[in-house]
T-cell receptor, first 113, second 112 residues
Framework: AQSVTQPDIHITVSEGASLELRCNYSYGATPYLFWYVQSPGQGLQLLLKYFSGDTLVQGIKGFEAEFKRSQSSFNLRKPSVHWSDAAEYFC???????????FGTGTRLKVLA | DGGITQSPKYLFRKEGQNVTLSCEQNLNHDAMYWYRQDPGQGLRLIYYSQIVNDFQKGDIAEGYSVSREKKESFPLTVTSAQKNPTAFYLCASNQGLNTEAFFGQGTRLTVV
């Protein structure tokens, strides 16, 4: 079955440190990839998306992600984390020609002052 | 402002009662979705609709029902057949195939 794996359930970083959140997806047709962020009790906000073209994509709030087809990965990065980045992050994939989004189980980010 | 509105934000019901969660969008999107979110399980798809008067079951449709009589509305009914209905429910929409989904703010349902 198609799936998305976020291997890190919790990550803690110090403010100002760099961040990388991992995401791997199972093999399928052309993937369309997304990262969303969720604050407690809120909906999901789109950080960035990859459809085609340059495999390094820039998003909002200083985030970027790199698509690596050979590794079936779409890792999210930020050079310097701010306390306001504390939230839960979800990776999602939808394969070409389908409506079904597949979400990872999320990574909860804690930022230390 | 365009967006997706879910109501109510919090909902309490007694066990055995049906309850309907509202989802309205003014983005003119064709597709709409309902997800259930439980801690540590990510988002699981309940139902989705690609077009008015048509919808498909997702991964966990048992105990839920939906309708899509209008493009902008996609209500979800949690029936008494749903064994564990207490959860956070998220509605989403998108323009169609291979486009990003936009989410509402969610409804937290508690069944006592």
């Amino acid at each position: 079955a198609q799936s998305v794996t976020q291997p890190d359930i919790h990550i803690t970083v110090s403010e100002g440190a760099s961040l990388e959140l991992r995401c791997n997806y199972s093999y399928g047709a052309t993937p369309y990839l997304f990262w969303y962020v969720q604050s407690p009790g809120q909906g999901l906000q789109l950080l960035l998306k990859y459809f085609s073209g340059d495999t390094l994509v820039q998003g909002i709030k200083g985030f970027e992600a790199e698509f690596k087809r050979s590794q079936s990965s779409f890792n999210l990065r930020k050079p310097s984390v701010h306390w306001s980045d504390a939230a839960e992050y979800f990776c999602a994939v939808v394969f070409s020609g389908t409506y079904k989004y597949i979400f990872g189980t999320g990574t909860r980010l804690k930022v230390l002052a | 402002d365009g967006g997706i509105t879910q109501s109510p934000k919090y909902l309490f019901r007694k066990e055995g009662q049906n309850v309907t969660l509202s989802c309205e969008q003014n983005l003119n999107h064709d597709a709409m979705y309902w997800y259930r979110q439980d801690p540590g399980q990510g988002l699981r798809l309940i139902y989705y609709s690609q077009i008015v008067n048509d919808f498909q079951k997702g991964d966990i449709a048992e105990g839920y029902s939906v309708s899509r009589e209008k493009k902008e509305s996609f209500p979800l009914t949690v029936t008494s057949a749903q064994k564990n209905p207490t959860a956070f429910y998220l509605c989403a929409s998108n323009q169609g195939l291979n486009t990003e989904a936009f989410f509402g703010q969610g409804t937290r349902l508690t069944v006592v």
